[in-house]
């Protein structure tokens, strides 16, 4: 839709450069800033899903990894140096002051210059500066060599067609014709009589270009990690027992085997009962599904509640070259009596101003006949469960006991005890940066989350104070709850583009224990 607008707008400039023409390129511009935003945003991920692998499988990943951290370099020299022309051209027709230049609002690769505000620029229908500096100083011509470069590397990246297809045509420079059909040079053709606010438009569109061109090659390069002549990338070495549990003159078998595998997939394992079919096997029912460790590891664990010989088995449902294949395994293992088990609910942590879920239990001896005792704090029963309190941050030690057959088993584990974490306080999901005004005029208020902390702990915002510079004065506005008031709302209504909003003295309240304790500073800068 932008390049259908470029058109039409270029047509009419031929009949008429008009304000409302001029203006008409301002929004096509700032489209195409966007545009190149969002693939900025999309590459940067890509670039994380590398490193991300990297620490899995560094040898298989590393030459693909290191090809697109070229790219990424080259990218982002080239919308740079695009950049740079663009500034370039402001000061050559505004001057050297020229206030459309916004000084460090613009970065790319660690490198930092002007940003644009199109609107304030003074000389949009200039045509003959751009020509100019563009065709007849040969900063076009300069410029098309470096395009053909970088694109001439992107190709060399990769044989598929398709993707060299589409950085072909999105980088061409092949040269151009004029309406009686006469070849022009690619700058003449783009850059040639033409007004500066149209020029700045067609230089946005080229380092949109040069980022979606980053993109597919980028695409291209994550799809190679799993894509080599290998179907494997690890092997290990298995034991597998029939039961790692045996009585005294029993018999202990296993089989030791070597397994093949490729670390990248994380097949589907579902536990339950399957039966075969005519084309492979299914579930009866749907199954539980096992989940993966922050390692890739699928780990299967169940408390031995009861004493005997208990199955596990399954289905493992992967994609082949013709679809799902289900492949089903089966074990057993057993639960003997005179075990002790002492394990935290959550974590092997516990904290203060809480009551930690503790599980502790003896196989072979009825929960009620159950001992638990702890050091530095106290624990008591809750259903099936125990509820740990600990006195003071350091350590605490947890004993379980209890009588099997006349002798008395005993178990103990060591926890940390920690304070609790101090909760984040956040406007728009942001306690700092950059945020959209719209964003934050739709928000009800501040509110305190608990990242990353595994217990359902709420704390309620009970105020704070916005702070304002307005006019070189400070204006502070102060809530006694978690919400705007009106006069604040009002105040985030009239903000603009880089004003400063502070949350200061925030305060909240543990809504299990009432205590109330102060939060860091929220900072953001209008977008």
Known sequence: MIGMMYLVLTAMLALNVSADILNGFVLVNKGLVKTTENFVAKNTSSYAIFEAEMEKTPDKVRPFRDNAFSVKEKADQLAYDIQEIKVELIKYI?????????PDGWSAGGKSTYEIDDVQIKAKDNYDKPSELMVLKGKGLDLKKKIETYRDFLISLTDDSGVQKGIL???NTDDGKDKNGTTLGWEKAHFDMIPLVAVLAML????????????DIISHLLSQIGATDTKVNKMEAIVQAKTSYVLRGGEYEARILLAAYDSLQKPE??????????????MEGEGRPLQYDNRGRAIYKATGSSVGNFNLQGLLRMAGPEGIISYPFNSEYQVGESQTVISATKMNVLYMDLENPISASISGVPSNRVEVKMTNGSISRSGNEWMAKPNAAGNATITVSGTVDGKTITDKMDFRVKNLPTPIAKVGGKSTGDIDKNTLSSQAGVIAEMEDFLFDLRYVVTEFTMTVIQGGSERNMRSTGPGFTSEQKNLINGLTKGQMVFFREIKARNTSNNKVQ??????????
């Open 269 to 282: 394992i579902l536990i339950g009962r399957y039966r075969r079919t005519d084309t492979g096997y299914e």
């Open 94 to 102: 505004d001057g050297e002051k020229a206030p459309a230049l916004i």
């Open 169 to 171: 045509d999105a980088l």
């Open 518 to 527: 102060s939060l860091r500073d929220i900072v953001l800068k209008i977008n």
């Open 204 to 215: 946005s569109k080229m380092q949109s270009d040069v980022r979606n061109s980053e993109a």
